[in-house]
Structures are given as C-alpha cells and as structure tokens.
C-alpha cells in the first residue's frame, strides 16, 4: 500500500503495481524534463486543468524513478496504464499534491 505521509502514490503499469514518491533527485529531475516554466508553473497548471499529457508522463517518470524504478520515458511510451490516461492524470496529480502537503491536508 502506498504511503501518503511518505508522499506517496500506487499505479498499475503493465499489471504490476508500482508506488511513486516525488524524492528530492526525482523533482530535480522533473525540473529538468519540463518542458516549459518551474516547477511552480508545473503546479498551476495542474490546479487551473490546463496540464498537458507531457506535464502527466513527466510527474509519472519522475515519481516511479523516486520509487526505485529504474526505467525511461520510452519504456512508458506504450505502457498499458490500469485505469488508461485519466488514471495516470490524477495519480500525477495526486503525486504532486502529496510532495507538497501534509495528507490530512488533502481531504
């Protein structure tokens, strides 16, 4: 089960469960892989709904390779995500909530 006072969030990929974290290293890296602004624009985005399925692919790379995964963007490219792209929407949007707030918070 994931843990959400650790920040983080589980995701079926390929029928085997994954649980994503936004760790210091994989925000770093998410940073680097935006293609546009911060990671502060990366939050507005998601909270005004105008993200985009890069913004999603990146936060899911970011947040797996924070859980030990050791994989690329490329081997999601075609990767059966349970739940198809709304679930991989609101489980990045969940991780990013999470990195950023106590889980009480998050109601």
Not at 22 to 36: C, H, N, P, R, V
Not at 49 to 64: E, K, N
């Amino acid at each position: 089960m994931a843990n959400p006072w650790e920040g983080e969030v589980a995701l079926v990929i390929g029928g085997e469960r994954y649980v994503m974290r936004l760790t210091l290293g994989a925000l770093a890296e998410l940073e680097t892989a935006l293609s546009q602004g911060s990671l502060v624009d990366l939050v507005a985005r998601f909270e005004e709904g105008a993200f985009s399925t890069r913004d999603v692919l990146a936060l899911i790379v970011a947040g797996l390779r924070g859980g030990g995964w050791r994989g690329s963007t490329s081997d999601l490219l075609s990767a059966e995500i349970e739940g198809g792209p709304l679930a991989a929407a609101r489980a990045a949007a969940e991780l990013l909530a999470r990195a950023f707030s106590l889980p009480e918070a998050q109601g």
